[in-house]
């Protein structure tokens, strides 16, 4: 690097305190020979973002296993950022991970994190591809703790437990919380697929959370369909289309 070149930026996220301490006793070593600063440690994917929020940084090391929100879905928020870091990710050996990894030449540190291989990953940081939401979402084993959005420069997370439903308007999903609603741009059929669990479908716009509803409503003979669905805390009823009746009946009389 020219003397010139700006510091790079750094930000450790690890739920483990050795491995961050491990990391930045490396990162020391690190900017021996070239220019570097750790602007924050986090131990949770929220903590992260707040870090985030108050410190910039080009390259976040990441942890792929981490409790409630784990790294492949901290990525997934991370890209919302009006200036998305660099991300190299760090990992345990994973054969599934490290194959995937290799396959669509994402960047990963094999733990335990090596001195020679971080500052290599380090040198090229600034020259990363950047992550593609599709390939994170190829990646990810298990549905996504957190929606998000961003909102004046910086990212909202919205607790998918929180929704209340979730309904399509033209390329936007419109997301319901007891508070407020957001826009997204998903596929409401990505999400159906994600989160079948927790969500049913009552019409081809419409997503409802199944601990959300607290009843269904008998609809006037010239409403679209015959039944509506009420929603809990709202004063909100949702029509259920008649494609979806059969559905939503097998999902009452359980």
């Known amino acids: 690097m020219s003397a010139g070149e ?3 930026r750094v930000l450790i996220v690890d739920d483990e305190a050795p491995a961050r301490l491990r990391l930045r ?3 020391t070593d690190c900017g021996e020979k070239m220019p570097l600063e750790v602007v924050g440690e986090a131990a949770s994917g929220l903590e992260a973002l707040k870090c985030l929020e108050e410190a910039p940084a080009d390259v976040v090391l990441l ?5 409630e929100m784990d790294g492949i879905e901290l990525a997934q928020h991370l890209m919302k950022l009006p200036d998305p ?17 290799d396959v669509h030449a994402l960047d990963y540190l094999l733990k335990p994190v090596r001195l020679g291989r971080l500052f290599n990953a380090l040198t090229r940081a600034r020259s990363i591809t950047p992550l593609r939401i599709e390939i994170l979402q190829q990646l990810a084993r ?7 959005i961003q909102e004046r420069g ?4 919205i607790p998918v437990d929180a929704i209340l439903y979730l309904k399509a ?12 609603e957001y826009l997204i741009e998903e596929s409401l059929s990505r999400l159906e697929e994600e989160f079948a669990d927790r969500f049913l479908r009552i019409h081809r716009n419409c997503l409802v959370a ?10 006037s003979p010239e409403a679209e369909g015959q039944w509506a669905v009420v929603i809990k805390e709202l004063n909100e009823k949702l029509a259920v289309s008649r494609r979806q009746w059969s559905a939503v009946k097998a999902f009452m009389d359980r």
């Open 85 to 101: 870091p660099a991300v190299i990710f760090t990992t345990a050996y994973d054969a599934y991970a490290l194959q995937a990894f």
């Open 6 to 8: 700006q510091a790079l």
């Open 154 to 157: 910086r990212v909202h997370l």
């Open 63 to 67: 942890d792929i296993r981490m409790p």
């Open 169 to 180: 308007e033209l390329k936007y999903v419109t997301v319901r919380t007891r508070e407020r």
């Open 142 to 148: 298990r549905p996504r703790s957190h929606l998000s």
């Open 25 to 27: 006793d490396l990162l």
């Open 210 to 219: 199944k601990n959300a509803i607290s009843g269904f409503e008998k609809q």
